[in-house]
């Protein structure tokens, strides 16, 4: 069987190979790797990224390599990484921060280019040895987000890097939000390669606060959170809601465990149908909104991240994003496991009675059908008994229908 799609390959240990010739050219030579991440599209294109230990005159050192394969062949992008073969099996290969969709990381990931940008900023003044950075976020081809602080003068801020056909619309969405005096984080500073610095943002993620007790907000103040979004949003380029793309995401956990085929098959049918005839909506939404989204001080919200996505669409689609992801919290033990399942409890009802139970919970299954493809993405250790878990969970919100 073909592997036009570079899957097989790319999750095997015939990729050594591959990696080998990416960091020759370097210099280094090839010691072990591991394999971290993967991205892919049955049937069409795989990305994925490695752990790879490094000999070079300098000594020993890690660093991460990523590979994509394409069943069409290269894309006008590729030409910017390094081809190389396996069999019939044609790659595109880089080092980190060389990603060929993220011409900015390069940048974002040098304490010497940051520093001089942000003090060309005009907001602080700061020497190189004074910065540091964190990498806190990779999608191999598709964003970045690094943490950058220089502690002696008391400065956090984050740093965004994306694809060049996203960026005029991620920075226009953060200045609608900042402008109608929502508390999202401001821009400050933007470069012609597709580099955002944003400012902190106040308080802690509700997914750490969600066991505090008590809760430090309500439900009510989420959904009027929502609310208060301006109008504008509405208006912006719509992006399709998570359910419109239920039977992609159930595609991609067949590949990889093809023993759910059938449970995916009737949750894609129950999704699909289900909300069939329902209109795309126009309220102003968030369009990823979750607990890691949301930040909180004691009483009140103090903060609303990753706007990247804001748009037209229906306010069940945010709230039944956020429904999912407190459904699938990984790595709880029994105690927080017994507080999520009352807030989900004491929260569900104010939902209920904003948006359709029944909408609620459809389009809350397609998100967690979205999140089953995560452990293998991510190479969990127990990958395979992860995804089954989190598609149980998509079962018992249809079958709450």
Known sequence: MEDLDGARLLTSGDVAGLLAEVVGPSGASLEGWSLSHVDADPGRSTTATYKVRLTQPGGLVTRTVGLTVRAQGPSAADARAAVVRSGEVQAVGWLFPHDPDLPGLARAASRVQMTALLNQSGFVKIQ????????????????AVLKVSAPRIGLVA??????????EAVRQRHEILSAAGLPSPRVLAATT????????TVGRPLARALFDRPTPVTAEQIVELLD?????????????????SVRHYAGVVEANLPSLSRRLSHLVHQISTGLADLPAGEDPTHGDFYEAQIFVQPGRVSGLIDVDTIGPGRRADDLACLLAHLNCIQRMNSAQAVV??????????VFEARVDPVELRLRAAA???????????CQEPDWRRETEAIVAKAERLVAEV
């Open 158 to 167: 984050y740093v965004k890097v994306f694809r060049p056909a996203q960026f």
């Open 193 to 200: 390669d597709h580099v955002l610095v944003i400012e902190s």
């Open 228 to 244: 208060a979004l301006p109008a504008q949003v509405a208006e912006l380029s719509r992006r399709p809601p998570w359910a419109a």
């Open 340 to 349: 999520a399942s009352q807030l989900i409890q004491d929260w569900l009802p």
């Open 367 to 377: 998100v967690v059908v979205s999140l089953a493809t995560g452990p293998f993405r």
């Open 128 to 143: 190189p040895g004074d910065l540091e950075l964190e990498l806190i976020g990779y999608r191999p081809r598709r964003r």
